[in-house]
T-cell receptor, first 107, second 113 residues
Framework: GIQVEQSPPDLILQEGANSTLRCNFSDSVNNLQWFHQNPWGQLINLFYIPSGTKQNGRLSATTVATERYSLLYISSSQTTDSGVYFCAVEDGNKLVFGAGTILRVKS | DGGITQSPKYLFRKEGQNVTLSCEQNLNHDAMYWYRQDPGQGLRLIYYSQIVNDFQKGDIAEGYSVSREKKESFPLTVTSAQKNPTAFYLC????????????FGAGTRLSVL
């Protein structure tokens, strides 16, 4: 099956700083999603981005499908951005999740 | 409001006991999924169902069972055969024809007494 690796595993930012999270995957995919899990456990879908670039407010994502990676950019980070960010790719009928990046934003 | 409701929020299981986690959605989604999350790890798929009365095993189905008698409901039973059930359980749903974008419930934390 497809392997998904995320980096870095942990990231600590000062409020206002920018960051880049990376997701590498082992095979070509038609579906890649980024999720944010808040400290209470709720997962929210941030982007559906099998290729190209999308932006939503302070967040943007880019997937380079031919090179098998995706990047999530967070600009002007806020404490509410804290949590775990997951990348997931589709393998058959199911999503395969990476181990996540734990982000802590300090005020 | 449309969404996915998981209950209970917290659940405790005694040795040898079966427990059932509830997942209900009113989004009219075709597909539903159960995931297990252990501390510091990603989500692992337990079972999924793409239509009523049909479901498939995921990567870690041993010790779990499911049913899909109604489109809106996909309960998960953690059986006594699951020797390490303590985890955070998440239910999700998606419209299969819509790129399998998954929407998640708030989760159930299961602990062993």
């Amino acid at each position: 099956g497809i392997q998904v690796e995320q980096s870095p595993p942990d990231l600590i930012l000062q409020e206002g700083a920018n960051s880049t999270l990376r997701c590498n995957f082992s095979d070509s995919v038609n579906n890649l999603q980024w999720f944010h899990q808040n400290p209470w456990g709720q997962l929210i879908n941030l982007f559906y981005i099998p290729s190209g670039t999308k932006q939503n407010g302070r967040l943007s994502a880019t997937t380079v499908a031919t090179e098998r990676y995706s990047l999530l950019y967070i600009s002007s980070s806020q404490t509410t951005d804290s949590g775990v960010y997951f990348c997931a790719v589709e393998d058959g009928n199911k999503l395969v999740f990476g181990a996540g990046t734990i982000l802590r934003v300090k005020s | 409001d449309g969404g996915i409701t998981q209950s209970p929020k917290y659940l405790f299981r005694k040795e040898g006991q079966n427990v059932t986690l509830s997942c209900e959605q009113n989004l009219n989604h075709d597909a539903m999924y159960w995931y297990r999350q252990d501390p510091g790890q990603g989500l692992r798929l337990i079972y999924y169902s793409q239509i009523v009365n049909d479901f498939q095993k995921g990567d870690i189905a041993e010790g779990y069972s499911v049913s899909r008698e109604k489109k809106e409901s996909f309960p998960l039973t953690v059986t006594s055969a699951q020797k390490n059930p303590t985890a955070f359980y998440l239910c999700a749903s998606s419209i299969r024809r819509d790129k399998n974008i998954q929407y998640f419930g708030a989760g159930t934390r299961l602990s062993v007494l």
